[in-house]
């Protein structure tokens, strides 16, 4: 599936600095209560839970694959229009999971990083 790049709003730009900086207390907070091994571990289950639920919006939690056929069917019997709003519907339910796992990756490799460098 093709993920088109993701265009900052201006709500964007308002918000990163803050969310950044929220981030960065959150790492500091962090790194001081469980230390870079701790880190790392939270980075881990941060990914593991993003990439859960990217698979659960796929459809492809649900084991059984009649189910998983008869979404297929349905999105092949949509208009385009109807297909764009589900893209665009999933690209915005998407971008809180992309973060996610871009914070994931950071916190396993800074923590896992520094834990096995000092």
């Known amino acids: 599936m093709h993920h088109g790049i993701m265009r900052m709003t201006k709500w964007d730009y308002v918000a990163f600095p803050i969310l950044a900086a929220l981030l960065l207390g959150v790492t500091y907070s962090a790194l001081r209560l469980v230390g870079f091994f701790g880190l790392g571990v939270l980075g881990l289950v941060i990914g593991f839970i ?61 923590g896992f990083g520094l834990h096995f460098l000092l």
Do not use: H, W
């Open 50 to 110: 993003a990439v859960r639920m990217e698979l659960e919006r796929d459809g492809a939690g649900s084991s059984d694959p009649t189910t998983l056929a008869a979404q297929f069917e349905a999105r092949e019997r949509m208009s385009r229009a109807e297909r764009a709003g589900l893209q665009a519907e999933q690209a915005f339910r998407l971008k809180p999971l992309f973060v996610a796992r871009i914070v994931a990756t950071g916190f396993v490799i800074l």
